[in-house]
T-cell receptor, first 113, second 114 residues
């Protein structure tokens, strides 16, 4: 089954404790992206990657890091999480020639205390 | 600056009637528009799209209309069904060189009442 998976689905952590949210897709897509969804703000892009070793900032990259060492994986790293990073996070992927039609993962709900 | 605007946070419609969700954009470089649908506890899923060279695209019960001069698009759902109850996001992209981003609106929560 073609899908985008994220782990964990739920995470409660404390300020300053480094964490990684994993994202994996099995569709051989070149393009992958991370979004956060906040009440009243909709979906905002954090980082995206056009292919292995190629990443770029989205609209709200501050406080986040990403890496793309393999085509299928695109982890999101919060080196020192803060309460304002409490949010619902979505990973997405698409073929590079259809970036506008993205397949989304189920989401990771992160709470930073 | 919000480039894609969905000014109605919520909409309630009777089952069988038409649902009309609206979206406005400000960036004249946008040339491809999409609607995504999101159920609780799931990721958004692609619903329908339209290129700026068209003014209408239809897929079953769903039709998207684009008015480029007004920088406005709308999604019509006819007839509305209870299973259509979800949050609908309008999104836009530009095919310009180096543009690999989707810009989303804040979403409109549609409730279809049986």
């Amino acid at each position: 089954e073609a899908q985008v998976t994220q782990n964990p689905r739920y995470l409660i952590t404390v300020t300053g404790k480094k964490l990684t949210v994993t994202c994996s897709q099995n569709m051989n897509h070149e393009y992958m992206s991370w979004y956060r969804q906040d009440p009243g703000l909709g979906l905002r892009q954090i980082y995206y990657s056009m292919n292995v070793e190629v990443t770029d900032k989205g609209d709200v990259p501050e406080g986040y890091k990403v890496s793309r060492k393999e085509k299928r994986n695109f982890p999101l790293i919060l080196e020192s999480p803060s309460p304002n990073q409490t949010s619902l996070y979505f990973c997405a992927s698409s073929p590079s020639d259809r970036v506008e039609r993205q397949y989304f993962g189920p989401g990771t709900r992160l709470t930073v205390l | 600056d919000q480039q894609v605007k969905q000014n109605s946070p919520s909409l309630s419609v009777q089952e069988g009637r038409i649902s009309i969700l609206n979206c406005d954009y400000t960036n004249s470089m946008f040339d491809y528009f999409l609607w995504y649908k999101k159920y609780p506890a799931e990721g958004p899923t692609f619903l329908i799209s339209i290129s700026s060279i068209k003014d209408k695209n239809e897929d079953g019960r769903f039709t998207v209309f684009l008015n480029k001069s007004a920088k406005h698009l709308s999604l019509h759902i006819v007839p509305s069904q209870p299973g259509d109850s979800a949050v609908y996001f309008c999104a836009a992209s530009s095919s310009g060189a180096g543009s690999y981003q989707l810009t989303f609106g804040k979403g409109t929560k549609l409730s279809v009442i049986p």
